[in-house]
């Protein structure tokens, strides 16, 4: 069967929005979940597509779902439907597992046949094993022990068991085909106008995963990524697109239907930097020194099984530079959209992140 009506969620964010563009121009028929002022940011940016629309969904938690699945036949679940883990920890964890099975339950009623989740590789342990059942020992007993300094392990144990709910719910609902996607991080160009999401440079946040290519252009940067692994956002948004109807996902059980995804190369950021600087000369007085750029290998994956089930090709990998470049290019035209609303100071804070 193919299905013609989709709904994302978190379709204002970098891989949700390159995932909406892309079922767009093969003419499908796309509803979006945005909240409060992405509404209409997220209206502008795909205004030129007849077969999107955007709806408001305050908190995908609690909100009531059954308008928005309506008609709907495959949910792409992208957002990160959890509170944020530096709140009240018994409600992280509440929502992590009840909030997850409502939206679940919720799209099930409506007709919806296939959900695909995005996830996270922070659910894997880094050193392996990787497989579809392996998760990473922490837990909330171990959030709950955390201090503010280390409120990622709160996220990370909201994530796993928000997976762990996903596939419990997916082996007792057997009618609802449900894959879960757990890149690494995403690189890579965001979707054309995507300068109304990113409309100040107080809301570079918003520039997800990206940002750390942002602060490239700051000569004294000293934020960068902590943690391996990456991939390009083109390439995790076909992955998605393409479990949707990828038979041979059939052949397995409802929690063997998980998978990590990262790229096949290492993310040199010393390498990178001084690739932009030759391709792209004109900016070679914003870029940082290379000399406190990490070097990390490549996240332990599974290219054998990425590929028979979600259709990255071993040889088709988008690489490290070209990703970083594409996504420059489109940074810089958000740039050019602050100047222009009159903002003179376009730089970033250059100050630590996850400290």
Request: charged share 25%.
């Amino acid at each position: 069967m193919l299905y013609s009506s989709y709904f994302v969620t978190g379709a204002s964010g970098l891989l949700g929005s390159n995932i909406v563009k892309k079922l767009l121009d093969a003419g499908h028929r796309v509803r979006g979940s945005a909240r409060g002022d992405k509404v209409s940011q997220l209206a502008k940016v795909f205004v030129e597509y007849k077969n999107f629309t955007v709806v408001d969904v305050p908190d995908l938690a609690t909100s009531d779902l059954s308008a928005a699945f309506e008609g709907i036949e495959v949910l792409i679940h992208v957002a990160a439907f959890l509170p944020s883990f530096r709140g009240d920890i018994d409600i992280v964890e509440k929502f992590s597992k009840e909030g997850t099975e409502k939206i679940f339950n919720s799209a099930r009623l409506s007709g919806v046949k296939t959900i695909i989740v995005t996830g996270s590789q922070v659910t894997y342990n880094i050193d392996g094993p990787i497989g579809p059942r392996d998760w990473q020992l922490v837990t909330f007993d171990d959030a709950r022990k955390t201090t503010e300094a280390q409120h990622f392990v709160v996220y990370i144990a909201q994530k796993i068991l928000s997976e762990q709910t996903i596939m419990n719910w997916a082996e007792k609902h057997p009618d609802t085909r449900v894959v879960i996607i757990d890149p690494t991080y995403i690189f890579g160009p965001f979707v054309p106008n995507y300068k109304y999401i990113v409309n100040h440079p107080k809301h570079y946040i918003l520039e997800s995963s990206n940002y750390f290519i942002h602060f490239l252009l700051r000569p004294e940067n000293k934020v960068f990524v902590v943690y391996p692994g990456w991939m390009d956002v083109r390439d995790i948004a076909d992955a998605h697109i393409y479990a949707v109807h990828n038979k041979a996902i059939d052949e397995l059980e409802p929690k063997d239907r998980r998978f990590i995804l990262g790229a096949p190369e290492d993310h040199d950021w010393k390498k990178v930097i001084a690739h932009v600087k030759a391709s792209r000369p004109e900016l070679a007085d914003r870029l940082c020194s290379p000399d406190n750029a990490p070097v990390f290998p490549m996240q332990v994956t599974e290219l054998d099984r990425t590929e028979r089930y979600l259709g990255v090709k071993k040889g088709s990998y988008t690489s490290f530079a070209k990703s970083v470049v594409d996504a420059i290019d489109t940074i810089l035209d958000i740039e050019r959209y602050w100047k222009e609303q009159g903002i003179e100071d376009v730089s970033l804070p250059n100050v630590p992140l996850f400290n």
